[in-house]
């Protein structure tokens, strides 16, 4: 059994770590690339542009004739499969270990992507759809639990935020695709390159390295002393810690290592939780029997409502319009330079989690939505365009900081170790469950709130705020912070 203190002194990752780091981001950045994947080429898909259904491309028609509201139920049903992925994802974790899961959602996503790639119906589009959605929900769960288990203790909480990096470019790569092959002949092009890959990261999963933590809590310790020497490099150590993968991401790790204090009790107590003896898993309907995992299973759960009940998606909804009116001449790119602005400011806190806090984070986060959500409703019920358009950007800025990736670094850091793999599918699902209600209750309520009125609209976003700020202040006072 590998020794705490040889490890607890590790301070970042190898070069075989930094790869294993970007083939589990694979997994997130499908996640990300599906959620807008068949919104950019909705027009093309549908038949509702210039195509011709009757116009065979290798075999394959040019679009499928669809209607808006099938169109609408093919998007839902990604999320429908994504909860089913998420409740099932503890078992896969801990039956088949982090990798085996890993590589499960990438054969889910690239049966799905493959299938709606070469559909010619809405029967098998669909299915194709919701394959996918088992696949994300499985990586979405599995991804920050994975990174925090592999991750160096002092770099922790940097590399859990790349979860969150991995889903806005994902969307962002979805987008300018979008805008590239959204043709007759192409549009199929979008979901090949997902199919490649996830086929891809199906076939690394033979060479890639298991969860130490994982290979310890089920006794094989000697293969987990060898994963460890494998991912991690010593503080000691003369080898080059920056394998030029990674660049940015890897600049914003030395800065944080570069000021962090050489010890640090937090961290050696989290190190030794990670050394603890074989544990059996736990499985959901224990967990909420357990009464010493209630406390982290209001913690998580309350860090991903209030992510869901932030309004993000309210925000991107409006964000179209309203910016298209202050930008005319950018109207196509509006969607894209939001994401860009929302890749952009997850950069910040891969160096300030460590330094700051994930408290801190996201109290900050927090107070720039709800002063951003304020400032977006009064815009919209007075007209002031302008003030709407700031707001929003400010409002996915303050988004990207915190309320956006601290909740995935929450999960592996507030449960114990047989619990984790429980307490993330029951946070995703939770996630995925307020995605979808929120979605759909969104413009009933916008209409009972403005009573019809446009000039009114903007009131539907002040009960985002008061439900954003009363999650966040229970969260607040149940949940301490790593730092």
Request: charged share 10%; glycine share 8%.
């Amino acid at each position: 059994m590998s020794n705490p203190t040889v490890f607890s002194n590790a301070r970042s990752f190898t070069t075989h770590g930094w790869l294993i780091c970007v083939w589990i981001l694979i997994t997130p950045f499908q996640y990300g690339y599906h959620i807008s994947a068949l919104n950019q080429i909705q027009a093309v898909l549908t038949c509702r542009s210039e195509a011709n259904p009757t116009l065979m491309l290798s075999m394959l028609p040019a679009c499928i004739p669809m209607s808006e509201l099938t169109f609408s139920v093919i998007t839902a049903i990604f999320t429908i499969g994504g909860l089913a992925g998420s409740l099932l994802a503890n078992l896969v974790m801990d039956r088949w270990g982090r990798k085996g899961a890993t590589t499960i959602s990438a054969l889910l996503t690239s049966v799905g992507t493959g299938l709606m790639g070469i559909s010619t119906s809405v029967g098998v589009l669909g299915f194709g759809r919701f394959v996918i959605g088992l696949g994300s929900g499985v990586g979405i769960c599995l991804a920050p639990v994975f990174l925090s288990e592999i991750a160096p203790s002092s770099i922790s909480g940097n590399v859990g935020i790349l979860t969150q990096l991995g889903i806005v470019l994902g969307i962002m790569l979805t987008q300018v695709m979008g805008l590239q092959f959204a043709t007759p002949t192409e549009w199929r092009a979008v979901l090949f390159l997902s199919f490649a890959l996830s086929a891809v990261q199906a076939l690394l999963g033979s060479i890639a390295s298991e969860s130490p933590v994982w290979l310890g809590n089920n006794g094989q310790h000697d293969k987990k002393k060898e994963v460890h020497n494998k991912l991690w490099l010593a503080e000691t150590s003369s080898t080059s810690r920056c394998p030029c993968l990674f660049m940015l991401v890897t600049v914003c790790l030395f800065l944080t290592i570069g000021t962090s204090s050489d010890s640090d009790p937090l961290l050696d107590e989290l190190e030794a939780r990670r050394e603890d003896a074989q544990i059996v898993a736990i499985t959901v309907p224990k967990l909420f029997l357990a009464r010493e995992l209630r406390k982290p299973l209001v913690i998580v759960c309350l860090a991903m409502a209030s992510q869901q009940f932030s309004g993000i998606n309210a925000v991107l909804y409006y964000s179209n319009a309203i910016l298209s009116k202050a930008l005319p001449d950018l109207g196509p790119y509006v969607s894209l330079g939001i994401t860009v602005v929302n890749v952009l400011m997850t950069f910040p806190p891969i160096v300030l989690i460590e330094r700051v806090g994930r408290r801190r984070l996201l109290a900050v986060s927090s107070m720039g939505a709800l002063i951003s959500l304020s400032a977006v409703g009064f815009g919209l019920d007075t007209g002031r365009v302008t003030l709407s358009s700031f707001a929003i950007l400010t409002f996915v800025m303050s988004f990207a900081v915190g309320l956006g990736p601290i909740p995935f670094v929450m999960i592996p850091e507030v449960s114990p170790p047989h619990a984790v793999s429980s307490l993330s599918a029951v946070a995703l699902s939770l996630n995925w469950i307020i995605n979808f209600a929120v979605g759909l209750v969104f413009l009933p309520l916008r209409r009972i709130l403005s009573g019809g009125d446009v000039s009114k609209e903007g009131r539907v976003f002040y009960v985002f705020g008061v439900v954003l700020f009363v999650l966040i202040f229970i969260l607040s006072r149940m949940y301490k912070g790593r730092s």
